[in-house]
C-alpha cells in the first residue's frame, strides 16, 4: 500500500468519529440529537435540491457540496458548539483552527491543503459559495427545529430576535425562502416558544 493510500485510509476512519458528535438539533421525529455525519449529509442534499432559489451569481454547487462535507470534521476535535452559545463562541476560532491543523494533517499534502482550504473558505464566508453554502448551514437545523416544535429553542431560552439574527444570510442567499422563515418563527412565537 502506498503511502497517499494509507494517510487516506487513516483520514477516512478518523472522519467516522463525525457519527458520534452530537449536535442539540434533534432528528425530525424527535427520537434524538443528530450527529455532525448526519447534518453535514442533510446540508449537503438541501444545497443540491435548494440550489434553484440561490441568488447569488456564479455558485458552483459542486463546491458547496465539497463544503458541506467538510465543514464540520474540526468538530471531531473541537466538539460542536451551539449556534446560540455565547460563551462558546468565545474560543471556538482557536479550538477548530487546532482540530483543522491534527486533522487536516493526516491527509497527502494536495488533499489537505484543498480540504483546508475549503474549511477556510466557509469559515470566512466571504466567496458567493461559502455565502450560500452558510445559508443552508443555518436552514438546515432550523428546518429540524421547526418539525419538532422548536425543541432547541424551548431547550435553551432562544429568543427571537436571535432567530432572526442568525437566519440573516438566509434572507441576501435565498430570499424566496424567508417567507419560510417568517412563517416558522410567527408560528412558534404564537405558540410561545
Known amino acids: 500500500m502506498t503511502d497517499r493510500l494509507s494517510s ?61 462535507l467538510v465543514h464540520d470534521m474540526v468538530e471531531i476535535y473541537a466538539g460542536d458548539t451551539f449556534a446560540y452559545d455565547a460563551r462558546g463562541y468565545a474560543d471556538k476560532a482557536e479550538r477548530e483552527r487546532k482540530a483543522a491543523d491534527k486533522l487536516f494533517a493526516l491527509l497527502p499534502e494536495g488533499q489537505a491543503v484543498e480540504y483546508r482550504r475549503l474549511w477556510e473558505e466557509f469559515e470566512s464566508m466571504e466567496t458567493p459559495d461559502a455565502e450560500y453554502a ?10 429540524n427545529n421547526y418539525l419538532t416544535n422548536g425543541h432547541t429553542w424551548v431547550k435553551h ?12 444570510p438566509v434572507r441576501a442567499v435565498l430570499p424566496e425562502l424567508w417567507e419560510f422563515i417568517e412563517m416558522v418563527v410567527r408560528e412558534n412565537f404564537k405558540k410561545g416558544i
Request: hydrophobic share 45%; net charge negative; aromatic share 8%.
Open 157 to 168: 431560552g432562544v429568543a427571537m430576535e436571535q432567530v432572526y439574527e442568525r437566519m440573516e
Open 8 to 68: 487516506q485510509l487513516k483520514f477516512l476512519a478518523e472522519a467516522d468519529k463525525m457519527k458520534s458528535v452530537s449536535r442539540q438539533t434533534m432528528l425530525s421525529d424527535g427520537s434524538r440529537e443528530e450527529t455532525d455525519a448526519e447534518h453535514s449529509w442533510h446540508f449537503a442534499l438541501m444545497a443540491l435540491t435548494l440550489f434553484e432559489y440561490c441568488a447569488l451569481p456564479g455558485v458552483s454547487v459542486d463546491r458547496v457540496v465539497r463544503m458541506a
Open 134 to 143: 452558510n445559508a443552508i448551514d443555518r436552514l438546515q437545523p432550523f428546518m
